[in-house]
């Protein structure tokens, strides 16, 4: 994680987190890297040190995602808990808090086998907790956030097009997931910017590249922080 403004987070100080999930992560000249370096840019200018903007990596090997496995399934008090199973426990309660406080969140990836990659639904099955994110009641599960308490923006790379290629159109998976997760937590709206068709013979990757760049710079200084 880095912090890229010195403030800390005070009542009314905007928090923004900045997701990166290219396997890849420090290869500028994959896609969604040069998004997301352009995003951030953007993000700095407009707020001009009013708030925090902060950079998670999930790929980054620094940066501790728990996976879920049977360990981490079963609850306990964690005051009972082996110190490895502690050790997991607070890393997930730190990407949660993280999470919450976040006023804008801006996730940047490229599409893996039709879906998000590995390593973030690592990360979202940590973030999507009961309690936390979301709770049961006997009508079903509630979303415990709000459209008022996070905004989300999806950034999204892919190589094939998926809007409208009849071949792939049925296999656009990570939007949908992407909203459902979000949805369970009450999140309702999420604005979605793709940069699609970059591998593709007859399109001209470059102008795709600036036709996103430019309409994610438009919608960041749209944005009424």
């Known amino acids: 994680m880095e912090l890229q403004n010195n403030e800390t987070n005070r ?15 420090n290869n500028q000249k994959r896609a969604a890297n ?24 999930v ?3 620094n940066n501790f995602i728990p996976q879920i496995t049977a360990d981490t399934l079963n609850f306990t008090n964690p005051k009972e808990m082996t110190t490895e199973r502690l050790k997991k426990h607070e890393a997930q309660y730190k990407l949660i808090r993280q999470w919450k406080s976040a006023d804008y969140i801006y996730i940047y990836m ?17 973030i999507l907790t009961a309690g936390e994110t979301f709770k049961y009641t006997e009508s079903g599960s509630v979303g415990l956030m709000s459209d ?29 997931y992407m909203r459902g997760v979000l949805h369970m937590m ?40």
């Open 110 to 126: 490229p599409l893996h086998n039709w879906n998000v990659p590995a390593k973030f639904k690592d990360y979202l099955d940590n």
């Open 186 to 225: 009450g999140i309702n709206q999420m604005k979605l910017i793709r940069a699609q068709g970059l591998d593709m013979s007859t399109n001209d990757k470059e102008e795709i590249m600036k036709s996103a760049e430019k309409e994610l710079v438009d919608y960041i200084n749209s944005q009424s922080f």
């Open 59 to 61: 790929y980054d090997p």
């Open 34 to 57: 040069r998004l997301a370096d352009v995003g951030l840019k953007t993000l700095q200018e407009k707020l001009n040190g009013r708030g925090t903007i902060e950079v998670l990596n």
């Open 148 to 176: 008022e308490t996070s905004k989300v923006t999806f950034i999204l790379t892919s190589g094939s097009e998926y809007e409208t290629n009849y071949r792939y159109v049925n296999l656009d998976i990570a939007p949908q």
């Open 11 to 25: 009542g009314g100080t905007m928090n923004i987190l900045q997701l990166m999930a290219h396997p890849e992560y």
